[in-house]
């Protein structure tokens, strides 16, 4: 008997290391605490009071860990808070992106075709749309020569490789621009011929149905940003979560902002055009 309860009081001195408050303590490792109690009492009455101590102790340290648990929900739900600012954010900045770099596309690709307009001043822009065949291979001009203004009536036209003048002068002379380019020693010479009053008019209307064919692909491009915040927009049945990341009002500033960004951009082409009829007109 009397090493039945030596053994028992060493078995109680070395329990406090054994059952420190961790996350993997369950209700079954304590559960035994109880039986352990009573087989101290009948024995050793200063070991039943450690053992109380003990089970006291591990009930508390259950709680505490029961309260860090519902504060990592706590901390779990502030992370989703984040993640839904994180998606509204990403949703304004994608629509916008998307509408602003079509926008800009559409009037990059009307300023390069207004250039291509023959009007009664220079531009070095004029001749980039002409192909040129050389050896079974055809360019564009400007990838084979160097356009240049001397003046606001002469082009200057100089060729990466002189063998190709000749090339250049042809592709030029045949363009419906009307120009006949003359060669001067390494390169050509282009003097733009005055405009009649029948080309200014012909040209006029073409930068009239290039300024009506922007507005139309920037538009389109509103339309497509309208489309997808209406698609990023919550389900009914997902209105009344908590955890909607978009709402209707987000929705309307976007819009707002959406139409600003589409006024600008029509503004933007309508200048170009009218920059471009007062260049046909005035010569």
Do not use: W
């Not at 009239?208 to 990023?232: G, H, N, P, T, Y």
Request: one cysteine or more; proline letters at 4%.
């Amino acid at each position: 008997m009397a090493i039945s309860v030596r053994r028992a009081l060493i078995s109680c001195r070395k329990l406090p290391l054994l059952l420190r408050p961790t996350a993997s303590v369950t209700a079954r490792h304590i559960s035994y605490l109880p039986a352990f109690s009573h087989y101290l009492c009948r024995y050793s009455p200063s070991a039943a009071n450690q053992s109380s101590s003990l089970m006291i102790f591990m009930h508390e340290s259950r709680r505490s860990f029961a309260k860090g648990r519902r504060q990592t929900k706590f901390e779990e739900d502030e992370y989703g808070d984040e993640e839904g600012i994180a998606t509204q954010t990403n949703i304004r900045s994608n629509v916008k992106a998307a509408a602003v770099s079509q926008m800009e596309a559409a009037v990059d690709a009307l300023s390069r075709e207004l250039a291509k307009l023959r009007t009664g001043r220079a531009s070095a822009g004029m001749l980039d749309h002409i192909i040129v065949e050389t050896g079974g291979i055809k360019m564009p001009l400007n990838r084979m020569a160097v356009v240049s203004v001397i003046d606001s009536k002469t082009l200057s036209v100089t060729p990466y490789d002189p063998n190709t003048l000749k090339e250049l002068e042809k592709a030029i002379t045949s363009s419906p621009l009307g120009i006949n380019p003359k060669a001067d020693n390494q390169r050509l010479i282009a003097a733009i011929p005055p405009l009649t009053k029948e080309h200014m008019q012909a040209v006029c209307k073409v930068v009239a149905k290039s300024s009506e064919d922007v507005k139309q692909s920037i538009r389109r491009a509103r339309q497509k940003a309208l489309d997808s915040i209406k698609k990023a927009l919550p389900k009914k049945k997902d209105k009344d979560k908590a955890g909607s990341s978009f709402s209707e009002d987000d929705a309307k500033r976007l819009e707002k902002e959406i139409d600003d960004i589409t006024k600008k951009f029509i503004k933007s082409a309508e200048d170009i055009c009218k920059a471009k009829e007062k260049e046909i007109t005035t010569g």
